[in-house]
């Protein structure tokens, strides 16, 4: 094996012996931050890649550095770099969620963080085949779970956008708002006016199904007055 030849590795077999890994650990990455991205996440394709990556190498350096000392008599341990990851990945994750009002979000996202982590380590050990296997496993599970939980749960999330009026603002304007949510099935959460600007705009947040946020994206168009709406 080449990693009991740590030392003497020249350029060529180390191309050999990482290349193949370093390939796969991007591609699955890069699959499981795609979803991501598809779907605005704050850690997507180069995130869950350059994580898939680093840990993937951890985990090749410490067999390598094992399997070299075992070459010279010594006792090596091929878990003591590569079992700082599980720890490490921790950070990154924890920056990913995020407190937004009374909901918390990014939870799937540090989820996902760990698992890709974990995908590299197997990478990283010679694992391919498995390391291909779960990745696949977890994009059916995030793509098909999205979809059962919004078509037959009725997952209730909080939604922000920003209405750009004409002119300022009045309680018919207002009045008409929270009749379209109201018909929407979507729980009014915050209203607040900037009327400052040349331009007035109204940022508005509720809670409700995805379904019902586009049908109302669609007919806040009814309203008289409205420029644009921006989700935020």
């Not at 090596?76 to 770099?81: A, E």
């Not at 300022?168 to 207002?174: A, N, P, Y």
Request: charged share 20%; with cysteine.
């Amino acid at each position: 094996m080449l990693e009991k030849q740590f030392i003497s590795l020249t350029f060529m077999e180390s191309v050999q012996l990482f290349g193949p890994k370093i390939f796969v650990a991007l591609l699955c990455g890069g699959l499981i931050g795609l979803e991501r991205e598809l779907k605005s996440k704050s850690a997507g394709i180069k995130t869950n890649m350059l994580i898939c990556v680093g840990a993937m190498l951890y985990t090749a350096i410490s067999v390598v550095i094992a399997n070299s000392n075992d070459q010279i008599g010594v006792v090596g341990d091929p878990t003591r770099i590569a079992a700082q990851i599980v720890s490490g990945i921790g950070f990154i994750g924890g920056g990913a969620i995020l407190k937004s009002g009374a909901n918390v979000v990014g939870m799937t996202t540090a989820a996902t963080i760990w698992l890709v982590a974990a995908i590299g380590c197997w990478i990283g050990a010679g694992q391919l085949e498995l390391a291909l296997s779960v990745t696949l496993l977890i994009l059916l599970v995030l793509v098909s779970v999205t979809f059962f939980e919004n078509r037959f749960l009725g997952k209730r999330q909080l939604f922000k956008i920003v209405i750009h009026l004409r002119e300022k603002t009045d309680e018919v304007t207002r009045a008409a708002l929270e009749a379209l949510l109201t018909s929407n099935e979507l729980s009014l959460e915050d209203y607040r006016e900037n009327l400052a600007n040349s331009a007035p705009e109204v940022r508005v947040s509720y809670l409700g199904r995805t379904s019902d946020h586009s049908k109302l994206l669609l007919e806040l168009w009814k309203i008289p007055g409205i420029l644009d709406v921006k989700q935020s």
